[in-house]
């Protein structure tokens, strides 16, 4: 019922930029979802790097705040995260993730969500 479409990933140098998209597909308005956004490096757990949720609020990981910033735009239904001054332990598979309305659980909480995208590759060369 709800379909994530990650876009956006690539090969940059340290220090460098990427923005990723999430497209969203369902018969709800996104406006309706809470968003985020989640990384795992080869070798390692996932976790959460940033989100939205259904009110605005954006939650963000100690490691990339100042660098990362999460946006939604409910209108084109899409999920973005501009990733700036990257660097290589940003490395990882990117998934954007959803779940309906509101939750107690953090953003950054991947109980939270119960759909996902099938990732996009960030790779951070130094």
């Known amino acids: 019922q709800v379909q994530l479409v990650e876009s956006g990933g690539g090969s940059v140098q340290s220090g460098g930029s990427l923005r990723l998209s999430c497209t969203v597909s369902?018969?709800?308005?996104?406006?309706?979802?809470?968003m985020g956004w989640f990384r795992q490096a080869q070798g390692k757990e996932r976790e959460g790097v940033a989100a939205?949720?259904?009110?605005?609020?954006?939650t963000y990981a100690d490691s990339v705040k100042g660098r990362f910033t999460v946006s939604k735009d409910n209108a084109k239904n899409t999920l973005s995260l501009q990733m700036n001054s990257l660097k290589p332990e940003d490395t990882a598979m990117y998934y954007c993730?959803?779940?309906?309305?509101?939750?107690?659980?953090?953003?950054?909480?991947?109980?939270?969500?119960?759909?996902w995208g099938q990732g996009t590759q960030v790779t951070v060369s130094s």
């Open positions: 993730a959803a779940a309906w309305g509101s939750s107690p659980l953090s953003g950054t909480e991947q109980r939270r969500y119960n759909h």
């Open positions: 369902s018969r709800y308005a996104t406006s309706l979802y809470s």
């Open positions: 939205v949720d259904s009110s605005g609020t954006t």
